[in-house]
C-alpha cells in the first residue's frame, strides 16, 4: 500500500468516526428498546435511535456530494492551487541539485568530463556535442538536440538516491564561492510558508497534499536551522576548477562562464549564469572551492535526501507537472 493511499485512508477514517459511532449507538439504542421497553418508552427511544442514525447517515451523503460538487466547480481554482506549489516545490528540487551537483550543477548529464588527475587542479572539458553554436545568422542552437541519441548522455534520477549514495556524493561535491549564495534556503523557505499560510490555496488543496507540504515544511525548517547554526557547514580548500570564468557586466553583476582556452586565447564560451552581489567582489575570490564539513557530511545528507522525499511524495500524490507564467514555460517535477 502507498503512503499516499494510506495517507488517504487515515484521513477519511477519522473524519468517519464520529458519525460511524452515533450510527452504532443509535443501532444499541433501537436494539435495546425493540427487546427490553414497550408502550410510550419503547416509541421514545425507537425515535432517538432512528435519529442518531439517520443525521449522520444525511451528513455523509452532504459531504460527499459537497466534496465531489465543490472540486468541480472550483475545478480551475483547484488547479491553480496546485500549479503554485509545484512551482515552489520546483525551485526547492533545484536548489538541492545545486546541493548535490555543487560547480557542475550548470551542465547536463554528459555535457561535461571533469578531469580529476591532479585532485588539487580540476580541468573542465565539455563535449563538443553540447556546445552552443552559431549560424551565419548568429541563431543560437543546441546542436546535441538534433541528434536522435546522445550516447554520453546521463540521466540522472535526484528522487532514486539511497542514504549512503547521497552521502557519498555530497561527500565529493566541490561549490564555487560564487554558489554560496544560493546555498541558503530561507526565501524558498519563506515562499513557501506564504503558500502554505494563503488560505485561498490551501483550502483549494485535499487533505493528503496539505499534510506533504506541512512535512516539507518541517523539513526546510531543518535544514535551514543546520545550516544557519554551522557556520563551518562549508569550508574553503585549496582546489581549483579550470574552465570557470567571472565577467563582470555592471558594478555589482557579475556572470558565470564556461570558457575553453588554446595558448591563453578563448575559443569557446558559454553563460551559465547571472548573479547580483550587493557588494564588490574580486572575481577570482567567487571562483573558490569549498566542500562540505566532513563532520556534518552524513547529518546534511539526510536533511537534503528528505526534503526530495516530501517533493517525491508530492509527485507521487499526481502532481508532477506544472505551467510557470512568468518564464512562459511548463516544466516536470
Known amino acids: 500500500m502507498s503512503i499516499t493511499l494510506k495517507n488517504k485512508l487515515i484521513t477519511t477514517s477519522i473524519k468517519l468516526y464520529p458519525k460511524l459511532l452515533v450510527i452504532f449507538v443509535g443501532i444499541v439504542v433501537f436494539l435495546v428498546a425493540d427487546n427490553y421497553l414497550a408502550g410510550n418508552i419503547q416509541s421514545l427511544f425507537i425515535n432517538i435511535s432512528a435519529a442518531l442514525i439517520s443525521i449522520p447517515i444525511i451528513l455523509i451523503v452532504y459531504e460527499i456530494w459537497h466534496e465531489k460538487s465543490q472540486k468541480k466547480l472550483n475545478e480551475s ?10 512551482i515552489a516545490l520546483q525551485e526547492i528540487k533545484e536548489q538541492m541539485r545545486l546541493f548535490i551537483d555543487g560547480a557542475f550543477v550548470y551542465f547536463e548529464g554528459g555535457d561535461i568530463i571533469v578531469y580529476d588527475d591532479d585532485i588539487e587542479n580540476l580541468k573542465l ?11 551565419e545568422d548568429k541563431v543560437p542552437y543546441q546542436k546535441k538536440y538534433q541528434l536522435e541519441h546522445f550516447e554520453d548522455t546521463e540521466e540522472t534520477d535526484i528522487y532514486s538516491f539511497e542514504k549512503d549514495t547521497i552521502v557519498e556524493v555530497i561527500h565529493d561535491a566541490r561549490y564555487l564561492s560564487y554558489q554560496l549564495i544560493d546555498l541558503e534556503v530561507s526565501s524558498n523557505l519563506q515562499k513557501l510558508e506564504s503558500l502554505l499560510n494563503n488560505s485561498f490555496i490551501m483550502e483549494r488543496l485535499d487533505d493528503t497534499k496539505t499534510q506533504i507540504i506541512v512535512h516539507l ?5 531543518m535544514l535551514e536551522s543546520f545550516i544557519e547554526n554551522h557556520d563551518d557547514l562549508f569550508l574553503r580548500t585549496s582546489i581549483s576548477i579550470q574552465g570557470f570564468d567571472i565577467q ?13 582556452k588554446e595558448n591563453k586565447n578563448t575559443v569557446y564560451q558559454q553563460h551559465l549564469d547571472s548573479k547580483l552581489f550587493m557588494e564588490n567582489f574580486d572575481k ?41 507564467y512568468s518564464s512562459s514555460r511548463i516544466g516536470v517535477l
Open 284 to 324: 577570482k575570490d567567487l571562483l573558490n572551492v569549498y566542500i562540505v564539513n566532513p563532520d556534518y557530511c552524513i547529518i546534511f545528507s539526510d536533511l537534503v535526501q528528505e526534503v526530495l522525499s516530501c517533493v517525491k511524495d508530492w509527485i507521487d500524490s499526481g502532481d508532477g507537472v506544472y505551467v510557470d
Open 125 to 135: 572539458k565539455m563535449n563538443e556535442n553540447a556546445k552552443i553554436l552559431y549560424t
Open 77 to 86: 481554482v483547484y488547479s491553480y492551487a496546485q500549479n503554485e506549489m509545484s
Open 248 to 260: 563582470v557586466e555592471d558594478e555589482n553583476i557579475y556572470n558565470l562562464f564556461y570558457v575553453e
Open 217 to 221: 515544511v518541517e523539513a526546510m525548517k
